[in-house]
């Protein structure tokens, strides 16, 4: 009914916060570059490209199950868009949203946080080779 309504919520959220990390690293990297040193080097990927990675993950699983819900009608082209909500089950659609929407989110999280865990393993697995290199 309107599960993709809560990942979509998520993903307009995290796009907003993507843009004022970004802000705030882009005002990082100048201050780095005016006392000499490289920014890219101090921090690895940067989080804002991280967040990117949940911003892309939510905004793709949000449009293909808008795309299944459209298919199936239970999205309609005129107000209020929703069947449940036209025909009287807003509590049925309420209780979707509130558990498949929810678990949806909270496992796409997850894999994100998986991603951004592995990632920096490898990110420190690397500088750890890269100081021994430069100690021997």
Request: hydrophobic letters at 45%; proline letters at 2%; aromatic letters at 8%.
């Amino acid at each position: 009914m309107a599960c993709f309504l809560v990942p979509g919520t998520e993903a307009i959220v995290t796009t907003v916060v993507t843009q004022v990390v970004k802000s705030r690293e882009k005002n990082l990297k100048k201050k780095a570059e005016l006392e000499g040193t490289h920014f890219e080097e101090k921090i690895g990927t940067s989080f804002s490209t991280k967040l990117g990675w949940l911003n892309k993950m939510l905004w793709g699983g949000s449009a293909l199950l808008a795309f299944e819900h459209v298919w199936h009608g239970e999205v309609i082209p005129v107000f209020p868009f929703l069947t449940a909500v036209k025909e009287g089950e807003t509590l049925g659609m309420l209780k979707e949203m509130g558990t498949a929407g929810v678990g949806m989110a909270i496992l796409v999280t997850a894999a994100w946080i998986g991603m951004v865990i592995v990632s920096n393993a490898i990110e420190k697995r690397r500088a750890d080779v890269s100081s021994a290199e430069k100690e021997a």
